[in-house]
């Protein structure tokens, strides 16, 4: 009798194509700033889950407790309390990347603030303050991230845009400014980088629910809900997914891009 191999010891067929080798992350040093807010922890989880070693940034202290939680949790992250704004503590921060780790595989420029303000009362305070963290500040770390990268060969840079970069609403100048900036310098950058294997893009997410919306608005809360096809707001780990895909293997040839994570808010009129 001739023995036949079993078909479960045969390796899976495509092994590289398989969405755990796709998908993976393992072993890859990612930043990622606001990571003590709603999206930036959501996203911190789900880059963790893929195998990432996490560096998690934010102003607020809690970081550093947050990501005590986290390590408790399992997961590979070390936190940084530092302001994206100030150029000193950007460059004292990727100089600690570069002690520790010697690479950096991805940037996530998460941080964001926001100013809700009628356009005849905007102070120009209010509106720098907006442009210097939710624009400049995805500069000045992606440019210091790229430097890094672009020397090792390879590197993503994924920054938060917003469903603000294609429509706007009352109250908002600063931050749909802001916003389109990120999703017109994501296009730069890619142009720039072009041929060094580093990648930008932005993710762009529709209402989602965190501190920084105002899901607590029942008028405004029924609007968002009633609107979406998916006829709910946004939770943080929706953004999960589009977050890898363009952090991984198989966002390889995606670059430039805005990818809006919205259940369908920009693609309906009444
Ligand atoms: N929530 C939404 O509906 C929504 C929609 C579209 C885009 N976004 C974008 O997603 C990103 C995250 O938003 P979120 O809803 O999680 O907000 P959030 O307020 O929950 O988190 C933002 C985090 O950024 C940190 N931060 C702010 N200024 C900083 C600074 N100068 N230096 C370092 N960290 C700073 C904050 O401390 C906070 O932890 C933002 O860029 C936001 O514009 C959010």
Redesign the pocket.
């Known amino acids: 009798m001739t023995a036949t191999a079993s078909p479960h010891a045969a390796p899976p067929p495509f092994a590289d194509l398989a969405p755990q080798n796709l998908f993976s992350l393992a072993g890859q040093v990612v930043l990622i ?2 990571a ?5 922890g959501a996203l911190a989880r789900g880059f963790a889950a893929a195998g990432a070693k996490l560096i998690a ?4 202290p809690r970081m550093h407790e947050l990501a005590a939680q986290w390590r408790a949790d399992g997961m590979d992250v070390e936190s940084m309390v ?4 100030q150029e000193d503590d950007i460059a004292n921060a990727y100089a600690q990347v570069a002690q520790r780790h010697g690479r950096l595989d991805v940037l996530v420029n ?5 100013v809700r303000k009628p356009f005849l009362e905007l102070q120009r305070q209010e509106w720098q303050k907006v442009m210097d ?2 624009l400049t ?1 995805c500069f000045l770390m992606a440019q210091h991230a790229a430097r890094m990268m672009v020397a090792q060969g390879s590197g993503r840079i994924i920054h ?1 845009s ?2 603000m970069n294609h429509v706007a609403r009352p109250n908002l100048v600063p931050y749909v400014v802001a ?1 389109g900036g990120v999703s017109a310098l994501t296009r730069a950058m890619a142009a720039d980088l072009g041929g060094t294997g580093v990648t930008v893009n932005a993710l ?5 629910h ?4 105002q899901a607590k608005d029942p008028e405004f809360n029924a609007f968002v809900s009633g609107w979406t096809p998916a006829r709910r707001w946004g939770q ?1 780990e929706d953004l999960c997914g589009a977050a890898l895909l363009l952090a991984s293997g198989a966002g390889a040839y995606i670059n430039g891009q805005t990818l809006y994570v919205d259940g369908g808010f920009l693609a309906v009129t009444r």
């Open positions: 700033t606001g003590a807010g709603g999206i930036g940034c934010d102003l607020q530092f302001d994206v704004t998460n941080a964001g603030i926001i963290t939710d500040a938060l917003s469903i916003k762009a997410p529709g209402y989602t965190t501190e920084f919306s943080p």
